[in-house]
């Protein structure tokens, strides 16, 4: 449960965790994504308007990246009346394929709540056919307007595969599936922490660019009513931007 005086928007014991990543942990909360900002009201509960399109659905996720960067966040939809409504049912308006790491829950960096998210979750954000599966699900049973492909800063899972490649190692078990999909987004003409931080982004775009091709998906982009993004998550800044 988060501490009551982070809930008031006050310090609390999150802002030095997450302050100290940006190597200054003085800082003003504005000061973590550029200038203060004074967070709009949220709407919050089981009888708010839900993003319909895919351009409200990124900018409500837009908003919510820019409340937790700023230390402005508002846990919606997470009061007792929800709870009892998400029983019946759901309703998310976004996709996130993310990544396993722990440092970057879909939740928290976008500021969302019980049932305003589909959260798929792979290391490296790679795709197989139960995650392809999963995404589709979110598409074409629940509705879902927008899916996020949302790589990160130092991902381990991307890390590991340019040094397998480099090196020619065969990384253990079921990790080298991993390494094997991720591949192609490597850039061999950079060298050392660019060619990481390089086939990070590629890989989402890589990402991105094969669940836009999917036929299922294809004709909905096609018609407006879907949009596939790919975004970075900045460790150092909290900050998500899009990409391509």
Do not use: K
Request: charged letters at 20%.
């Amino acid at each position: 449960m988060t501490p009551y005086s982070e809930r008031q928007g006050q310090p609390g014991r999150r802002w030095f965790v997450r302050a100290g990543l940006t190597g200054a942990a003085a800082v003003a909360a504005g000061a973590v994504c550029g200038s203060p900002v004074v967070p709009a009201p949220v709407s919050s509960g089981p009888n708010r308007a839900r993003p319909a399109s895919p351009t409200s659905a990124w900018q409500a996720l837009a908003a919510g990246n820019q409340r937790w960067c700023t230390l402005h966040e508002r846990h919606p939809d997470e009061g007792s009346a929800v709870r009892r409504t998400v029983v019946t049912g759901q309703h998310p308006f976004a996709v996130v394929l993310g990544c396993v790491d722990s440092r970057v829950p879909p939740e928290l960096v976008f500021d969302q709540g019980l049932g305003d998210l589909l959260s798929v979750r792979s290391a490296g954000s790679v795709l197989d056919e139960a995650v392809l599966a999963s995404v589709t699900y979110g598409v074409l049973e629940l509705g879902i307007p927008l899916i996020v492909v949302l790589g990160h800063q130092s991902c381990g899972a991307v890390t590991a595969a340019v040094r397998a490649d480099g090196s020619g190692d065969r990384l253990p078990g079921h990790m080298q599936y991993l390494a094997d999909r991720i591949r192609p987004a490597i850039d061999h003409r950079l060298r050392g922490a660019d060619r990481v931080d390089a086939a990070i982004s590629a890989n989402v775009l890589l990402v991105r660019a094969r669940l836009a091709a999917e036929p299922a998906l294809a004709s909905r982009i096609g018609a407006g009513a879907l949009s596939v993004v790919g975004a970075r998550y900045e460790l150092t800044t909290q900050r998500v931007r899009t990409l391509g």
